[in-house]
């Protein structure tokens, strides 16, 4: 079992940065999959970033060119530098790692970002 801790959201403009961590601890950190998801309010959960690997990383087309996620295997953490923040990018950020043999999920608890002016 894996336990998640996420951290770096808050409040900022159009247009600004922010970048999220999140830290693994429980288990053997290269057995996972790591991803970034986020939530808005009425919306269904969505897949922000994929990390599989160092190598392998996969983005939602929404944030393509402006987010840059990393995983650092020796830290067991995963973060994720958000540039040229939209509106649109409201919403609970959550960290999970999925185990790469029996496919089970694990969640961090979330962390706020709202962007508006």
């Known amino acids: 079992q894996v336990q998640l801790v996420e951290s770096g959201g808050g409040l900022v403009q159009p247009g600004g940065s922010l970048r999220l961590s999140c830290v693994a601890s429980g288990s053997i950190f290269s057995l996972y999959t790591m991803g970034w998801y986020r939530q808005a309010p009425g919306k269904q959960r969505e897949l922000v970033a994929r990390i599989p690997s160092l190598e392998s990383i996969n983005y939602a087309d929404s944030v393509k060119g402006r987010f840059t996620a990393s995983r650092d295997n020796g830290k067991n953490t995963v973060d994720l530098q958000m540039n040229n923040l939209k509106p649109e990018d409201t919403a609970v950020y959550y960290c999970?790692?999925?185990?790469?043999?029996?496919?089970?999920?694990?969640w961090g608890r979330g962390t706020q970002v709202t962007v508006s002016s």
């Open positions: 999970n790692a999925r185990n790469r043999y029996n496919s089970i999920n694990y």
